[in-house]
């Protein structure tokens, strides 16, 4: 994928782009100038897109209060904060969060206290180092090694904006300290999202507020996946023995749609007296019904049973799917693995579009109109409901 990052200076918070998205998407990224983009991310760069941009934002903030952006064209996915997102003329759906919150996502890397003190300094600020003692972390070096250090830290002290982000991300106690080379702007433009903070204080960021952030980047992140790769023309069934366990669920003689049948795995393990409707994505099979929940496309017509095995997950308004189920049959089974505490690097590699708990799953299934929500099943991690 052709995506732009700023490379006027080595800088680790800017290199962020192409380690998150190969590390967590397996997207490979090529640089290219931002008007030739597919892809612009991390980093205070939205000043850098061109007007009438067509390309993908992902998470991207403005340097100053005063600077215009038009994302009037764009596939906003995901912006800094409420400061960049005022007047950029985004499409409503995106979230809001810096991507540099999810660096603890990547593997190989272990949190521990070794560090009792990190300075990150701005790459322009020459002075942090010797007003504090602590360990100097250079944000020029290799930005994984840059992060592995920040996650080493019992505290952190930083005139950059991604030190106070990546140590978020490993929920360390942090200070802000201004530079007169880092603009105040990105840092309030940030702390609209994970809490307001001043320079000169120590503070850490609400383990919930960063769990909920995690899940929205993640989630906006799957929709990257999809914008990047058609991952669902070609998708083999792995999932026989959550499909076997499914059908074992359906009544004999009943009538069965099957949102999202893909390979249609699941016919074979119904009973033979069941009636048998596979659903998908027009490209996947021809003799399936057209079924796109992103663009809000179900099938017409009423059965006995709905599936949806596995689908839920990559829906970004999970919502309509379950009000749409509620109207095609009585009954919906439905898996679905529900988050437990922070999003995880599955959850994160599997490209899912949104990270439900238990709680807030049932309360969105009630809202839907089912009166009975039974869990019948475990596959792995996967609930598997029966709604009525």
């Not at 599955?346 to 990270?355: I, L, T």
Request: charged residues 20%; hydrophobic residues 40%.
């Amino acid at each position: 994928m052709k995506a732009y990052w700023w490379r006027g200076h080595r800088n680790f918070g800017d290199l962020l782009t192409p380690l998150l998205l190969q590390g967590l998407a397996g997207i490979d990224t090529e640089w290219t100038p931002a008007a030739d983009a597919d892809l612009i991310a991390v980093g205070s760069i939205a000043t850098h897109i061109p007007r009438g941009w067509s390309g993908i934002v992902y998470g991207t903030g403005k340097p100053r209060q005063n600077e215009h952006i038009d994302l009037s064209k764009a596939k906003v996915l995901a912006l800094r904060g409420q400061l960049t997102a005022a007047g950029s003329g985004a499409a409503p759906g995106y979230v809001l969060g810096d991507p540099g919150l999810l660096v603890s996502l990547l593997p190989g890397i272990t949190p521990s206290e070794d560090i009792p003190v990190g300075i990150v300094a701005h790459w322009e600020d020459r002075n942090l180092g010797t007003r504090w003692k602590g360990e100097l972390i250079d944000v020029e070096g290799d930005p994984l090694e840059v992060i592995r250090q920040i996650a080493s830290c019992k505290r952190v002290i930083s005139s950059s904006l991604h030190g106070i982000v990546v140590a978020d991300a490993f929920g360390k106690v942090r200070r802000w300290e201004r530079s007169p080379r880092a603009w105040p702007f990105k840092f309030a433009d940030y702390g609209t999202v994970v809490g307001r903070f001043l320079p000169g204080h120590w503070d850490a960021v609400r383990p919930s507020t960063l769990r909920d952030v995690q899940a929205r980047l993640t989630g906006a992140l799957g929709q990257l996946h999809d914008l990047a790769e058609d991952r669902w023309t070609k998708v083999p069934n792995l999932w026989a023995d959550r499909l076997a366990l499914v059908a074992s669920h359906v009544p004999p003689g009943s009538t069965v749609l099957d949102l999202g049948a893909g390979s249609q795995g699941l016919r074979d393990k119904l009973h033979p007296s069941c009636h048998y409707t596979p659903a998908d994505l027009a490209q996947r099979s021809s003799d399936s019904l057209a079924f796109d929940m992103e663009l809000g496309i179900y099938p017409e017509g009423r059965w006995d049973v709905v599936v949806a095995a596995g689908v839920l997950e990559y829906a970004t308004r999970p919502q309509d799917v379950l009000r749409a189920a509620r109207k095609l049959a009585p009954t919906m089974l439905l898996t679905y693995e529900p988050l437990q505490g922070r999003v995880t690097k599955g959850r994160a590699k599997a490209g899912w579009h949104n990270h439900l708990t238990r709680t807030h799953l049932e309360r969105m299934i009630r809202q839907a109109g089912f009166r009975s929500t039974v869990v019948v099943g475990q596959w792995n991690q996967q609930r598997i409901y029966r709604l009525v």
